[in-house]
């Protein structure tokens, strides 16, 4: 009777029902509230005094130490595999998500109950199942807490209380009535807030919009459930002006309510009903609203690239960590080129900021649109990097923003070195296993990243300072290096000198197996693939012991015997020839090449280098010392630096004498007067001038000491910034090195550094920020006109963008005469050589041993006598006779052609001529 006078209640059949009926539904009612609170009262001090007994009492029992290493290790192992912070785990998300859709179901039961006309015995036995297991969580959940009485009463674990005694509370009386049921709602939005972190394949602005609108919902759903529950019991003090609601009526009332329309067809009758209507609308004025333009604002600002990026199945990725539109135009032109054999290979670029017009313009390539992402996202923050999906990645490239110059050298790739740490944090955590590639714009950068394990470290400045500074030495010198680093596609070309520039720019450096070539001496399997193929063998990468690390070698000895495991480098067209050589027959005989070996002369005889007065070397590096020294401790006497000296020098303390030392002025208008005059009485110099702060020009000056005929080269460097005092003290080491204070485009002040005698001039492109990219290389290119109305030396610019060398004077009818000669350096190139390392490891130590004086290394030669008119085939075992590698040939001027050009590895019909400069690789 009582359930059936409930049923009649929620039906809305109360004129069928007598005021007894009624009476009776009241007083179940409030015993079932009653019975919910002194069992929810109950619970909680029976949980709090079990939380302050652990918390305190059982400590001093059992001692503090036995009882964290035995409590906390149990803790530790659940809570790494079920708590909701290592929701990256697949048992974190399980446990997650299984009791967010408990909750939800009994919401949903709730609701069902109130539709149903009969309380089904599935319904109530499947509450009752469902709110056990629940209240097992909750003790697991005080456990694994770590502020136990905190939990206890904080307000979810209250309303699970709550909830599970309203339920069980009813066991004893035979009746069950779900007053509080619209409190699971709330309690399914808690479960969420407090687990969604665990849904880490959400993106965070997907995850706060579903939190969002589960606000939104909970307090409908919430006020709804209470508003009918009220108007169906009416008022304690009159039993009959109650108002019987279905629960779609309740929801449809609170809708029109915090909507603020108000239609007026459904209202309350009842005093309660008033009040829970009151507290409606001042929920609705202070909170709802406010969702309301939150989501609405969310939904409009929804970030089209902040998402999980969904790969082709089956295919590999590599991520791409950039913010200029021009590095990662340069990257995937080199990635995707057809000699790599990549195509299913996707690139990710990610960047910290949306995509602009530039990159948009990337993306509309035909030739990316199915093998292209772009992701707006920071690498510090692990959710962006699991969108990423970094974990499954092939390799990831980390690119320094150095675009515009700052105070300190370390600032301008501050953000990229700290993308690497995140990101190296990340590798260590999930154990992945990608390959990290790194480009810094300084040497000093590499110091932070002293314990990640990196692929590769590119530094950008370095070898853009290195490759300037050895073509002021030897012309050409630019070019060559881009040709054998940079990948370049078969194109027709015309007739003459452009000819065979395109043919040497397709040439490029490969690996070779050397397994088929083992026995032979190196000089034999050099010229056998020469005569054969026409390609040149540079270096054997050694194999010391098995399983050992593979030692580079460039131009090893030619008696060297090639053993199995050695890997070749070579210089060739493309792969597919690199592979017909690995399947090259070696004939018997073949290595009874005819090599003349001659005496050794100088590798540089018959150059045309200017001399320079040189100090003998125990002078230089005594005076080094010096110099060290006095930039530690600016304070100290001269006098008591040189008797330091004398106590390191073996040698006679005469040498310490002779040195004129000159204590370093720290005045920078004192040192640009004595720079003044000094630079006047200069000739065959070399001139850089650049715009902004002259950070690392150290690197520039050493690599061009490196070359044996500038070690003494006298160096005139021109800015609108003086020198830092950082700045002077790398300088200190160098004699013969001058500053002047002033602006290249000015024509006085470009006057002041002996342009009109110099041997050669570097202009630095200009790193500061601009919209438009030709104004970037404006400085550049007017500068570079300057000089050559000023000057014939031999100029070389630094450029940003490829298609501002068309403002540059030339005297032919093509842009490609400044790349031939050497004339230009595109930052751009540096972009490409990080792609290159991804498939050639090799490519930047071959670069480096050819360019460091302790290895061996590219100089440049003059043709030898006798061979005018004879053919490159002829030159090369003569040159091996010498323990030299050929490996391009520097054009000198016609009369068709002003500019020289380079041709890297010429064919063997090639006719040399006197006027040709060769690029060979000297022996160590």
């Not at 990316?368 to 490239?397: P, T």
Request: with cysteine; aromatic share 12%; net charge neutral.
């Amino acid at each position: 009777k009582d359930q059936t006078c409930r049923n009649n209640l929620l039906t809305e059949t109360i004129s069928d029902t007598s005021m007894d009926d009624v009476d009776r539904m009241h007083r179940y009612t409030g015993r079932n509230l009653l019975a919910t609170l002194i069992l929810t009262a109950a619970i909680q001090l029976v949980m709090s005094a079990i939380a302050w007994t652990v918390k305190h009492i059982v400590p001093r029992i059992v001692g503090t130490d036995r009882t964290k290493r035995h409590g906390r290790s149990i803790k530790d192992k659940i809570n790494a595999q079920l708590h909701a912070q290592t929701g990256s785990r697949a048992w974190g998300l399980t446990y997650s998500l299984s009791f967010f859709c408990l909750w939800v179901f009994t919401a949903a039961l709730y609701v069902a109950e109130n539709y149903s006309s009969t309380l089904d015995t599935w319904m109530m036995i499947t509450e009752y199942t469902i709110f056990a297991i629940l209240s097992a969580q909750y003790l697991f959940a005080v456990f694994l807490s770590d502020a136990r009485l905190h939990y206890v009463w904080s307000l979810p674990a209250l309303l699970t209380v709550i909830l599970v005694s309203e339920v069980y509370s009813t066991i004893p009386f035979g009746t069950y009535t779900a007053v509080l049921g619209f409190l699971r709602f709330l309690r399914a939005y808690y479960w969420y807030k407090d687990h969604c972190n665990s849904l880490f394949f959400v993106s965070a602005n997907r995850r706060k919009m579903v939190g969002l609108g589960l606000i939104l919902v909970t307090l409908i759903l919430t006020f709804a459930g209470l508003f009918r529950y009220v108007e169906a019991m009416g008022d304690p003090w009159q039993w009959d002006n109650q108002q019987n609601l279905t629960y779609y009526q309740s929801i449809f009332f609170i809708i029109v309510t915090i909507s603020t329309v108000g239609y007026g067809n459904i209202y309350p009758q009842t005093y309660s009903g008033i009040a829970v209507f009151i507290v409606t609308i001042a929920a609705a004025l202070a909170l709802v609203n406010k969702l309301f333009s939150e989501i609405m604002e969310m939904a409009s600002k929804r970030d089209r690239y902040h998402h999980r990026i969904r790969l082709p199945d089956g295919g590999k990725h590599v991520i791409l960590f950039s913010q200029s539109p021009h590095t990662v135009s340069a990257f995937l032109k080199e990635f995707y080129h057809p000699d790599h054999q990549v195509l299913g290979t996707s690139v990710i670029v990610a960047t910290i900021d949306n995509p602009g017009k530039a990159f948009r313009k990337i993306m509309d390539k035909a030739e990316y649109s199915d093998k292209l992402y772009f992701f707006h996202g920071n690498a510090s923050v692990e959710e962006d990097l699991e969108m990423l999906q970094m974990s499954k990645a092939a390799a990831v490239f980390v690119m320094s923003q150095a675009v515009q110059d700052s105070e300190s050298e370390l600032e301008d790739e501050r953000f990229a070195i700290l993308n690497l740490l995140a990101i190296d944090k990340y590798r260590q955590k999930h154990k992945a296993t990608f390959d990290l590639f790194v480009q810094l714009k300084f040497p000093q950068s590499k110091s932070h990243l002293a314990r990640c394990k990196t692929k590769a470290i590119l530094i950008t400045r370095q070898l853009s300072y290195r490759s300037m500074a050895k073509s002021c030495a030897m012309p050409g010198f630019a070019a060559l290096t881009n040709n054998l680093l940079g990948t370049s596609s078969n194109h027709v070309s015309p007739d003459g000198w452009h000819k065979e520039y395109v043919e040497g720019e397709d040439k490029e450096m490969y690996q070779l197996e050397m397994k088929k070539f083992a026995g032979r001496t190196f000089h034999a399997v050099l010229m056998h693939i020469f005569n054969t193929c026409g390609c040149i063998l540079i270096g054997i990468g050694m194999v010391q012991r098995k399983g050992g690390e593979r030692i580079l070698r460039m131009n090893p000895p030619g008696d060297y015997v090639i053993q199995d495991e050695d890997e070749g480098y070579l210089i060739c067209e493309d792969r597919e020839q690199a592979a017909i050589i690995e399947d090259l027959p070696f004939e018997a005989g073949s290595e009874e090449y005819q090599i003349s070996y001659e005496a050794e002369g100088s590798a540089l005889s018959g150059s045309e280098a200017p001399s320079y007065k040189t100090e003998p070397d125990n002078i230089k590096s005594l005076r080094k010392l010096f110099y060290q020294g006095y930039s530690s401790n600016p304070n100290l006497m001269k006098e008591d630096v040189v008797s330091f000296l004398k106590s390191l020098s073996h040698q006679d303390h005469s040498d310490v004498e002779k040195l004129d030392f000159d204590i370093p002025k720290l005045d920078s208008k004192a040192d640009e007067e004595d720079d003044t005059l000094a630079v006047q009485k200069l000739k065959n110099h070399v001139v850089l001038v650049s715009k902004n702060s002259l950070k690392g020009v150290r690197m520039f000056v050493t690599a061009l000491r490196e070359v044996e005929t500038h070690k003494s080269c006298p160096v005139v460097l021109m800015s609108p910034k003086a020198l830092s005092l950082q700045e002077k003290k790398e300088l200190y080491p160098y004699k013969n090195v001058y500053f002047l204070l002033g602006n290249a485009l000015r024509k006085h002040d470009l006057l002041k550094t002996g342009i009109d005698k110099a041997q050669a001039a570097v202009v630095l492109a200009d790193k500061g920020s601009y919209e438009r990219v030709e104004m970037t290389d404006s400085f550049g290119v007017l500068v570079t006109n300057r000089i050559q109305d000023l000057s014939e030396c031999f100029v070389i610019t630094e450029l940003v963008s490829r298609r501002n060398v068309n403002n540059l004077r030339y005297e032919d009818e093509t842009s490609d005469t400044y790349m031939a000669a050497g004339r230009v350096y595109f930052t751009s190139n540096l972009d490409a050589r990080i792609s290159q390392v991804y498939f050639n490891a090799y490519a930047l130590k071959i670069i480096d041993q050819m360019g460091t004086p302790e290895n061996p290394h590219i100089v440049r030669i003059k043709l030898p006598g006798g061979f005018d008119g004879r053919t490159y085939g002829d030159l090369v075992p003569h040159l091996l006779g010498k323990n030299m590698i050929p490996i391009a040939l520097y054009r000198g001027r016609t009369d068709e052609h002003y500019y020289p050009w380079i041709y890297t590895s010429p064919s063997k019909e090639t006719i040399v001529h006197r006027r040709d400069w060769v690029f060979v690789i000297r022996s160590a």
